[in-house]
């Protein structure tokens, strides 16, 4: 079974905090994703890593930015949080052959004060 | 340009009936559509995936889903729910780029005993 954890379930941040979500993944995915999930709009897509060192913006990168120094694990970072970036955060992988077939993880709710 | 929408936020069934879940696409292309499902604290899971082979799919857990491209449609449905069925669920169409899904807003699926 393929594993996507991440490394907290819940976080509780201060505004202008700079803020790290990690996300590991087993299966040797080469594709790694990073989503937001609000009530009422669905998932939306915020980075996308296609290979070590390599990323894509998504559809709302702004006030983000990412990490993925290693093939498994992949990195969200807040520079400076804001109140509107209170969301619950996915992290998902995919096989390059396979793209469109996502494994996620269980998600972190992250809570800026 | 690519788009999915749920057209029922909120689906409530008895334990043992029919379970209809509603979705609309719209695409300009061939779509490959899937099904999500989230249970609480758990992460998203793939149910199933229309590819344009057979335009019944079955998935996992029992569900099905039907491609109509008349109808633009790709109703979820399931002969009978079960409790553990309560979940929020998404549809999803693949967007221009192949690792691009786009999710619609999600309904949510109350089953009562």
């Known amino acids: 079974d393929v594993k996507v954890t991440q490394s907290s379930r819940y976080l509780v941040k201060r505004t202008g905090e700079k803020v790290f979500l990690e996300c590991v993944q087993d299966?040797?995915?080469?594709?790694m994703f990073w989503y937001r999930q609000d009530p009422g709009l669905g998932l939306r897509l915020i980075y996308f890593?296609?290979?070590?060192?390599?990323?894509e913006k998504g559809d709302i990168p702004e006030g983000y930015s990412v990490s993925r120094e290693k093939k498994e694990r992949f990195s969200l970072i807040l520079e400076s949080a804001s109140t509107n970036q209170t969301s619950m955060y996915l992290c998902?992988?995919?096989?390059?052959?396979?793209?469109?077939?996502?494994?996620f993880g269980p998600g972190t709710r992250l809570t800026v004060l | 340009a690519q788009s999915v929408t749920q057209l029922d936020s909120h689906v409530s069934v008895s334990e043992g009936t029919p379970v209809l879940l509603r979705c609309n696409y719209s695409?300009?292309?061939?779509?490959?559509l899937f099904w999500y499902v989230q249970h609480p604290n758990k992460g998203l899971q793939l149910l199933l995936k229309?590819?344009?082979?057979?335009?019944l799919v079955k998935g996992i857990n029992g569900f099905e889903a039907e491609f109509k491209k008349s109808e633009t449609s790709f109703h979820l449905t399931k002969p009978s729910a079960h409790m553990s069925d309560a979940a929020e669920y998404f549809c999803?169409?693949?967007?221009?780029?192949?690792?691009?899904?786009?999710f619609g807003s999600g309904t949510r699926l109350l089953v009562r005993p």
């Open positions: 299966m040797d995915h080469e594709n």
């Open positions: 229309y590819t344009s082979a057979a335009t």
């Open positions: 999803v169409v693949r967007g221009r780029s192949s690792y691009k899904l786009i």
């Open positions: 695409s300009s292309y061939s779509p490959s």
């Open positions: 890593s296609y290979d070590v060192k390599m990323k």
């Open positions: 998902a992988s995919s096989l390059r052959r396979e793209p469109d077939t996502q494994y």
